[in-house]
């Protein structure tokens, strides 16, 4: 087996002052980030309920399915797209 010297990680007083400075801006971005979060729900709490008034809602609304809740279409088995159901015999 082949055997290599050790690897050897020396940290300067830089490395970890760069280090710092990213978590500090990651940390500052977070905030900011979030303050714009937190403005924008602010901002959407305060604006008047005009967008429902924009769209007045049909009352049979609840009633229609939704795009995805379209009903599957019903598998027949091969004695049913033939037309042998009933078990009518020829004779």
Partial sequence: MLRRPPTAITLTTEDIAIYEDARAREELQQEQAAALEAQAQA????????????HPRDPSDELRPLPGDRAKPQVRTREERLGLMGGSSRG
């Fill in 43 to 54: 901002q959407q709490l305060s604006t008047p309920q005009k967008n429902q008034n924009q």
